[in-house]
């Protein structure tokens, strides 16, 4: 089993910025991708933001230059990664979910999700 703990939420005024983290841990042979997604009040779970295993990444139109994904070097392990989301709008709002893809131990694909953090932008 894969465990993901999310980190970095709160509440912040429109223009400001904040920093989400995700670890992942338990049963991990090979990570393909990290990803995370958010899910405002009364709409569907939207991806924002993906880095795959070779260092590509992919954002939501909608995020493009104010959110960057990354791995945190600075950890020391490749099974974390970060958000750091700029210029955020009252758009943003959401509870921002950390999801990660790949093959456990026993070769078995797995495509675990953390808990959910909540980002609330205010005006």
């Known amino acids: 089993q894969v465990q993901l703990v999310e980190s970095g939420g709160g509440l912040v005024q429109a223009g400001g910025s904040l920093r989400l983290s995700c670890a992942a841990s338990?049963?991990?042979?090979?990570?393909?991708?990290m990803n995370w997604h958010r899910q405002a009040p009364g709409k569907q779970r939207e991806l924002v933001a993906r880095?795959?295993?070779?260092?590509?990444?992919?954002?939501?139109d909608s995020v493009k230059g104010r959110f960057t994904i990354s791995r945190d070097n600075a950890k020391n392990t490749k099974n974390t990664v970060d958000l750091q989301m700029n210029s955020l709008q009252v758009e943003d709002t959401a509870v921002y979910y950390c999801?990660?893809?790949?093959?456990?131990?026993?070769?078995?694909?797995?495509?675990?999700w953390g808990q959910g953090t909540q980002v609330t932008v205010s005006s």
């Open positions: 338990g049963n991990i042979f090979i990570i393909n991708s």
């Open positions: 999801n990660t893809e790949g093959l456990n131990r026993h070769l078995t694909a797995f495509n675990s």
């Open positions: 880095l795959i295993s070779d260092g590509t990444t992919m954002y939501a």
